[in-house]
Each structure stands twice: as C-alpha cells, then as structure tokens.
C-alpha cells in the first residue's frame, strides 16, 4: 500500500488535500508514539504529543518543501513539540512526565535470576530515564533506521559524522548505565 | 585509529552503511585490534538493547482524536473556501482569452480608423446645397414680392427673413417694397425684415430715405421708433419734412417730435 510516498502524499496534504494526513497518521503514528514514549513521557502523554505534531504539521504544511524526507521533517517537528512541552511544564513547575513505569516498585524484581526481556525492557526503560535527554534523543531517532545519519544530523544541526559520533557514545553511555542497572 | 574515527566507522557498520570492502576491512581491523573489538562489541549490546526496546501500542483514543482534529480541520478548510473560489472566479474573470479577445477589438478599431472613408468631401457638399438653396430662395422671394397678391408678397417678406446673409438684390427688392407696395402690411413686413440688416449702411439709408414716402401713420410710427433705437441722426431731416405736411395726423406727429428730440 506504499504506492504513494510520504513526501507526495505530505505535497497533496500542503495542496489542500488534508485527507491524505490520514495516511500519513496510519504510518507514523506508533513511531512517533514510541518516540515520545521511551522520551520519557507517559502513554497518554505521548499519544497527546503525537496529537500535537500532527496539528503542528497542519499548521506548518506550507512549510514543507519536499526536498528532504517527510519522516526528518516529521522527526525535528515532534523534537520541537517535545522541547516546547518539557519547557512548558518546567516553567509552571509541575513535573508531569513522570511515567508509572520509572517509579521504582522495588528490588524485588532484580533479584530475579531470569531476566526475561521485560525485565530488560524494563531496566532499559530505567537506564534510557537516566540519559540526558540531548542522548536519548539521538538514541530514539537513529533507532528507526528510515533517518540516515546525515538527516538526523540535519534535525539536530550538526554534521553528518557528528551525527554519528554522538549516537556512538550514546549508545556506550546507555549500555554503561544498564550495565550498572544490571549489578546493582 | 583515531576513536572518533573508529567511532563513525562503528556507527557505519552496524547501521550499515558500509560497502562490502569496507566493511570487511573493518572487520580485520577488529579481529587485529581486542581493544576495539571489545569496544564494538560493547556497542552492539547496546544496539540490540536499543532494538529491544519497545514501547506500548497507543490507544484507539487518539486515533479518535486525531481524526476529530482532522475532521474539525477539514471543515474549517470548507468554510474559508468561499473565499479561495471567489478568487479563482476572479481568475477565471481575467483569462488570457479576454485579452486575446480585447486585442482583436483594437485590431478591428485600428483597421476601422484607417480605412474610414474621408470626412472632407461632407462639408463642401452641403455648402454647395446651401449656395443652391439660397440661390432658389433668392429667385422665390424675388417672383413672389412681383406677385399682385398681396398675400404672395408677405409671403415672399417672410421667404427673405429665412435668409442667413441676405445680398444686396434681395435688399433692394425688400427697399422698393417698403417705398412701392401698395400694401400696408406688405410694407410694414419689409420693414421687420430690414430691421435684421440695419448694420449695413445701404439699408440704413434706404430706411431714412423711405420716410417721407410714407403716408400710413403706422408705418410712420414704426419707422420713427426704429430710428430712435437706431439713433440715425440723418432721419431728423425726413422727419422735420414729414413734419410740415398738414394731413399728418396729430398723434403721429407728437410721437415724431418727441422723436427727433430723444435722437438729438
């Protein structure tokens, strides 16, 4: 069904042809979702900043020149709104993204000899709370292969082996952090 | 190997960027070097973990959301529309074909002005109908002012005021009337007819010289008020001999005298 690219359907949708942002949803929604979410957000949280990004690129649509893939596009826009959002919540002082999972439910479950992969989904959860929020981000945009280096370097503003340089020592800074996760 | 180098390299070969010689070239480099293997391996763990993680599918609540917001958009969308179709009808209003079509107006304009016939000839022809008309008028007022019926002449008085410009023929056919008709009105007529030529002096003095010719009081009076509007200060002559006739009628010869005092 991927007959239609995303930049032509994101052309039809700049052309006044908003259906097509339906599609466009279908696509991306559990990428962006999942890209919010391991942020750090809650899940309704997420699935309200997922929202947010699709008003955004609405309001934005004349702003989209075709040039790039739709997907760094999409990607530097729920950067900004994550950005715009944390920068909101700091200012009123309330500390909301705070996702149920990162509340420690205690030590019991470490002791487990068998960590199955919730249990490492779960420590992976914790460690990827502890990274900076500049790494996690970096980290979540090299995860969906769909971005090549040089445009995850041109969402985030650096050059292409900069790019690569930072996701490389994310990727030791988180398995560092799991590691200690781990022996703890 | 420099470790931002091996870095980059590291990133390039697990996301595989890396062509086939490169990327065995990377390979025998990890198997000669323990400290970058070790590091590599390192961060393949972590690259897996990265791919291990997962997140919870979203609710059917914000596709719920998403597409009232879409909806929502798209009816906004509808509503500003009057507005975009009054410009495309504006648009449509200035289409090249009108100007195709207001250039040929102008073409066919053009072409219409050059070919137009010459406006000249016009003019000179009616000047030449007028010469004739006036030359027939002339003839006309001339035969009926010959006429024995005194109703024919008055006609012919009335023919010569048609006259824009009357020449002297007609003027002196109007003086003999004025000295000779045997008519009163006749007479009284050809005076309102000279009246409209008093500029020229012939008329002038064919006027005052008609003066003692005239026995009808009327015409008497007539004249004496049109000297006065005239002032022709050559008519006191004609009036003082008027004057002394002993048949002159007494108003007349009152209205006379007060005349030739208001010229003098």
Redesign the interface.
């Known amino acids: 069904m991927q007959t239609l690219t995303d930049n032509v359907l994101m052309m039809k949708v700049k052309s006044g042809d908003l259906d097509k942002l339906g599609l466009l949803y279908e696509r991306h929604k559990r990428k962006l979702f999942g890209f919010f979410y391991n942020m750090g957000n809650n899940a309704s949280l997420s699935e309200d900043l997922v929202q947010n990004v699709f008003v955004r690129i609405l309001k934005y649509r004349q702003s989209f020149t075709g040039e790039g893939p739709f997907t760094a596009w999409m990607f530097s826009m729920a950067r900004n709104v994550n950005y715009d959002h944390h920068k909101k919540v700091s200012r009123e002082g309330v500390s909301r993204n705070v996702s149920p999972e990162q509340v420690d439910r205690g030590t019991g479950d470490y002791l487990n000899e068998a960590m199955d992969l919730q249990g490492d989904a779960h420590l992976l959860r914790r460690a990827m709370g502890l990274l900076s929020a500049e790494k996690k981000e970096i980290l979540l945009l090299s995860k969906y292969r769909e971005l090549k280096f040089q445009e995850i370097g041109e969402i985030l503003g650096c050059s292409e082996g900069a790019a690569k340089v930072r996701v490389h020592r994310a990727l030791k800074d988180l398995k560092t952090i799991f590691l200690q996760l781990e022996t703890r | 190997m420099k470790d ?1 180098k091996f ?2 390299l ?3 070969y697990l ?1 595989g ?1 890396l062509s086939e010689g490169e990327a065995k070239e990377f390979e025998t480099f990890l198997e000669a070097h323990m400290a970058y293997r070790e590091k590599y391996e ?2 393949l ?3 897996e ?11 059917t ?3 719920q ?3 009232a ?2 909806s929502n ?2 009816d906004k ?1 509808k509503e500003s529309s009057p507005k975009q179709s009054l410009i495309a009808m504006f648009t449509a209003i200035f289409r090249p074909q009108w100007a195709i079509g207001v250039l040929l107006l102008l073409i066919g304009l053009g072409i219409g002005y050059f070919l137009r016939p010459d406006v000249e000839p016009i003019p000179t022809q009616t000047i030449a109908v007028n010469n004739e008309t006036e030359e027939v008028r002339q003839k006309l007022v001339l035969t009926l002012l010959d006429q024995p019926s005194a109703n024919q002449r008055l006609q012919g008085v009335s023919e010569a005021n048609k006259f824009e410009n009357a020449d002297d023929i007609v003027i002196k056919a109007l003086l003999k009337t004025l000295n000779s008709d045997p008519n009163v009105n006749v007479r009284l007529a050809a005076i309102e007819s000279l009246t409209n030529y008093v500029d020229k002096p012939e008329v002038r003095q064919g006027l005052v010289q008609s003066i003692p010719n005239q026995g009808s009081p009327i015409l008497q009076i007539t004249l004496a008020n049109l000297m006065v509007a005239l002032q022709e200060k050559s008519s006191i002559a004609p009036f003082r001999q008027l004057l002394k006739q002993k048949e002159l009628d007494t108003t007349v010869k009152k209205r006379i005298e007060r005349s030739i005092e208001s010229i003098i």
């Open positions: 931002e870095e980059i590291a990133m390039d996301s960027n390192e961060l763990k972590a690259w973990l990265m791919e291990a993680m997962q997140s919870p599918e979203p609710s609540q914000m596709d959301a998403f597409f917001m879409l958009e798209m969308e």
